[in-house]
């Protein structure tokens, strides 16, 4: 069983930057590929990035390119999602997922583990 923890949730403006990350407690994050979702109240939830084991691989959905990277940190722990240029479609609450394949997917279904969320909230 693996317990997901999001942190670095938070209120912010648009334009400002924020960093989330996610640990798996009792276990060796390394094992898994892992991923971040994210839902606006009313509305499905989204995939948002992905990285591989040793973050070699990453996927993003097509709302976040090119201001959002996802890593894992130097000792493979953590994984990270920078978030940058934020604006007020970026609110929702943000998951940590993931799962034991190699490969990274962008579908919600693929991912067993899941965190309780944390909440990201970009004001005009």
């Known amino acids: 069983q693996v317990t997901l923890v999001e942190s670095g949730g938070g209120s912010v403006q648009a334009g400002d930057s924020l960093r989330l990350s996610c640990e798996a407690l009792g276990e060796t994050f390394a094992f898994y590929t892992a991923a971040w979702f994210r839902q606006a109240p009313g509305k499905e939830r989204e995939f948002v990035a992905a990285v591989s084991r040793m973050g070699t691989d990453r996927d993003y959905g097509d709302s976040v390119k090119g201001r959002f990277t996802v890593s894992r940190n130097a000792g493979l722990t953590q994984m990270v999602l920078e978030m940058n240029n934020l604006n007020p479609d970026d609110t929702a609450r943000y998951y940590c997922?993931?799962?034991?394949?190699?490969?990274?997917?962008?579908?919600?279904?693929?991912?067993?583990?899941w965190g309780q969320g944390i909440q990201v909230t970009v004001s005009p």
């Open positions: 997922a993931a799962r034991s394949s190699a490969v990274i997917s962008t579908e919600e279904q693929r991912y067993v583990y």
